[in-house]
């Protein structure tokens, strides 16, 4: 299954994500292939510096569990539409603000011009759960016609750390919460 990490936001978290997602399917014993569609190249110097955990760069003619592809932050650039193409499924990134809800509502919009087969899924991140727009983030997505997965990414240093630390050094709660979201993705609905 190939899963593309989008937004066309800069900064919302989508490479923060992707290498989650990434080494939480890793972690439990599936084959995961990364591929990096920004030119930034983050998600590949994040995998230098924390290497392992069942993750590596995509090579060419090997199969693989999950495919996890970080992508470009502008909906035109080419990387960001090859990803939509070559998706089963599609996250959308989004940090919790309303206003970054209304713009995950264009991407989405662009994502379904390109792919009309696929429904794709909004991924909270840099989560704080106890604000108001925390507690009702699902709901107004949900207005918007946006699809929410019930699993976020909370706002937490220790995950920005995770770029140089590398997965296991994560608190036991941050991976086992990672690890639900990581089934929720794969079991979603595309
Ligand atoms: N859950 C989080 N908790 C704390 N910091 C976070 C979290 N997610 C992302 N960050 C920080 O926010 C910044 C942007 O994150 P990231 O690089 O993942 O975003 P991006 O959407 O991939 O950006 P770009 O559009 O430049 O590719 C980084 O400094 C990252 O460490
Ligand atoms: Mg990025």
Redesign the pocket.
Known sequence: MKIAVC?Q?????????AMLLAYALGTAGRSVGLIDR?P?Q?ACRWLETAPGDGVEMARPGISYDFVII?T??YVRDPGFVQAIREADKVLL?CSTSPVDVWSTQAAADFVRSKRPDLRPLILF???VGHTGFGKSSEAFAKALGLRALKHA?????C??RA?LHGYSALPLLERSNLANLAIEVITAKP
């Open positions: 937004n936001k800069g900064g919302s978290g989508k490479t923060t994500a920004d930034q983050t970080d470009p932050g990134v991140s840099r989560f990414i909370p706002e937490r240093q995950i920005q770029s």
